[in-house]
């Protein structure tokens, strides 16, 4: 059975989701999908107390507290703005993807908090979020959403940033490689989809080797020693990697491996602009806590936020993750 796939998109009205919003259009998504388009609003005044009945009303129609508080602020201007928005943002979509099945959908609170719930109740098998909002505060805020949003959904993540202009012209890739799981599915996600023809995927192994201390100096076997254990570690990198090279090879992409010495959060992000990508693929691990979540967490954040470019996280849950 052809199973479609499912995309959650944060909306704030900002110039920056709209170019979220064109971008989906370079991201080698399928034909037929469908999509939610989820703005949230904040409410930081209360709105003005109901009426008993009205409150009677409302209960009866909640099955949760967090239900009733929805139906509460629902009539408030912030709301109706919000509607606005998340109908125009699917419009857009539309316009871009006709065959995809899209829907409005709006909500009140925390914006990371309301993605993250809705992804957990709907597993979207990717969530597309700008990287800032509207104002200098929206920037803030938007871009700690993003980064909420990114390293505590179980889904996989885009933030996205588009182009003045999108077109159909061959699209650049770069896949993060460090011979983790996460890294191999990034790079099978990549494969899987339909790119415009003359597309090309750079596969960059970014090495942080192992540097020789200055016994290495006094003692050269030491020296030996760690280059051999770093020319092994490469090799075993890109023997894990080669059954997705010829994946995406199968999919008339244009290949190329690059192995790069150093910090991979600069690597990544600088060889990226350099090339002129238009987004850069890395994975991401599920984590069983809090704590390993910041920590593996880590490369895969600092790249969304430094890139010029869109970046796509590919998530592949493990078993007793942590719901956030």
């Known amino acids: 059975m052809n199973i479609k796939m499912k995309v959650l998109i944060g909306y704030d009205g900002s110039g920056c989701a709209d170019a979220a919003l064109d971008d989906l259009q370079r991201a080698g998504l399928p034909r037929e999908a469908e999509a939610v388009v989820l703005s949230v609003t904040e409410v930081w005044l209360p709105p003005p107390p109901p009426s008993s009945y009205e409150i009677v009303e409302a209960a009866q129609a909640a099955e949760s507290p967090y239900d009733l508080q929805q139906i509460y602020e629902s009539g408030t201007p912030a709301m109706e703005e919000a509607r606005s928005l998340a109908a125009r943002a699917a419009e857009r979509l539309r ?24 992804a957990d109740e709907w597993s979207p098998d990717l969530i597309v979020v700008g990287s800032h909002g509207r104002t200098a505060l929206g920037r803030f805020v938007m871009g700690s959403v993003s980064q909420k949003v990114l390293t505590e959904s ?25 011979g ?35 016994i290495g100096h006094i003692i050269p076997p030491v020296a030996r020693w760690v280059e051999e254990s ?48 238009d987004c850069i693929f890395v994975g991401s691990s599920g984590f069983s806590n809090r704590f390993e979540r910041f920590l593996l967490g880590s490369v895969s954040a600092a790249v969304a936020a430094r890139a010029h470019c869109s970046v796509e996280v590919v998530r592949i849950a493990r078993e007793g993750e942590e719901s956030s």
């Open 180 to 214: 983790s799981p996460g890294a191999e599915a990034a790079a099978r996600a990549v494969a899987a989809r339909p790119w415009p023809s003359g597309s090309e995927a750079r596969v960059i192994i970014v090495d942080d080797p192992l540097m020789p201390t200055a």
């Open 230 to 277: 770093n020319k092994a570690d490469r090799a075993w990198v890109q023997k894990i990697i080669a059954p997705a090279i010829e994946q995406l090879r199968a999919n008339k992409l244009i290949v190329s491996i690059d192995i790069k010495e150093g910090d991979p959060k600069r690597v990544l992000v600088e060889e990226a602009e350099r090339w002129g990508a």
């Open 154 to 178: 179980r889904s996989s993540v885009r933030i996205a940033r588009g182009r003045v202009e999108v077109d159909d012209s061959p699209v650049r890739i770069v896949i993060g490689v460090d």
């Open 95 to 118: 316009n871009n993807f006709p065959e995809w099945s899209v829907r409005a959908e709006t909500s009140c609170g925390s914006p990371a908090r309301e993605l993250i719930r809705n």
